[in-house]
């Protein structure tokens, strides 16, 4: 019988695997200063256990953690990890450094049930939700663990369609007896699934960022099928009504495709849905994928369509196009592997 993993479970949950094994309720919390703080790699090394203790564990737990099987490193700098998740299934994970920041991009899901068209994730189709384990064992299995600065749940698969078990990734990394990181250090993007986006906002201080692509309903819901659910208006409505404070942050992300959503029309619109929202927009170069009819735009478009949303009041900045010469588009590294092994 295999052995469940103790790394990516709750202090809640730890408190129940030691209560049915007779173990004292201090020893849930020693165990997740082992896992968490102390990055103990077995159960052997958590030697403020009893001898007794960790035998009993060892029966039928392990830590579980696991190092990537593969790296491609950018020229930039970036480097996106490969973990097996299951024969023939990998995710990835992107280490992202920048000046004095170092991010690290989770994957959520094998593959993705959302169907984004300009998706290279979509088109694996949906292999699973990944738990919370498997999400916090890319943060803690990359040889950058240590000088991160800032965590992004931007990799493959929806972050709110595999609600519980990120929430539980959130309440590890920020609890004291996790990792103790603040909350605003850490984003979470969604396509906008409304009921999920209030949840999420009320259960966690991290920050939100949300994926526009178009303020057109039509256009939108062409590009995200998503839109027909879970119309970009009502999600609006939703974020509008919650009282972000001073400390947490709204964002909007918007990838440029040439010739679709980078028009005058589309920035007057933007000012429009937007207004009354305190917030920010990232432009984001498309990159390309095999077989898309997207193209991506060149800089000049870029700023001029960042320019234009700063003339109606909006804070918009680019984001750098990271790893291109790796495939910086997210799913294609781990497509490539995937076919590879078949
Ligand atoms: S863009 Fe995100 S939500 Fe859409 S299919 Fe890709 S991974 Fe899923």
């Known amino acids: 019988m295999s052995r469940q993993r103790l790394y990516g479970k709750t202090l809640n949950e730890l408190s129940d695997i030691t209560a049915a094994v007779s173990l004292p309720p201090y020893a849930a919390r020693q165990i997740a200063g082992w896992l968490y703080r102390r990055g103990a790699p077995e159960i052997s090394s958590m030697t403020d256990l009893s001898l ?67 998706c290279m994730t979509a088109r694996q189709g949906f292999q699973g939700n990944l738990s919370s384990g498997d999400i916090l064992n890319q943060f803690r299995s990359i040889p950058e663990h240590r000088s991160l600065t800032n965590i992004v749940f931007m990799g493959m698969g929806e972050p709110l369609d595999n609600f519980e078990e990120v929430m539980k990734s959130l309440e590890i990394l920020i609890s004291e007896w996790g990792y103790g990181w603040s909350p605003s250090r850490i984003t979470v993007s969604t396509i906008g699934i409304t009921d999920r986006i209030r949840d ?130 997210c799913g294609l590294l781990s497509t490539l592997e995937q076919n590879k092994t078949r």
């Open 200 to 329: 999420f906002l009320e259960g966690t201080r991290c920050h939100l960022a949300v994926s526009l692509h178009t303020p057109f309903d039509e256009e939108r819901q062409a590009l995200m099928p998503v839109q027909k659910a879970h119309p970009i208006k009502k999600v609006l409505e939703v974020i509008r009504g919650f009282d972000f404070g001073r400390q947490r942050r709204i964002s909007f992300e918007y990838i440029l495709f040439k010739g679709l959503n980078d028009t005058p029309d589309h920035v007057k619109e933007l000012a429009k849905i937007l207004s009354g929202i305190r917030c920010r927009i990232n432009l984001i170069r498309f990159h390309a994928i095999p077989g898309s009819k997207y193209r991506s735009p060149d800089t000049k478009a870029m700023e001029a369509f960042r320019d234009r949303l700063s003339a109606k009041g909006i804070t918009a900045t680019i984001r750098a196009s990271r790893g291109e010469d790796i495939g910086a588009a």
């Open 52 to 118: 007794a203790a960790r035998n009993l564990l060892e029966k039928n737990y392990e830590t579980g953690l696991t190092p990537p099987s593969s790296v491609a490193s950018a020229s930039d700098g970036t480097r996106k990890y490969l973990f097996g998740i299951s024969e023939n299934r990998f995710i990835e994970t992107a280490f992202i450094p920048d000046r004095e920041r170092a991010t690290v991009c989770l994957s959520v899901q094998s593959g993705c049930r959302m169907g984004c068209h300009f």
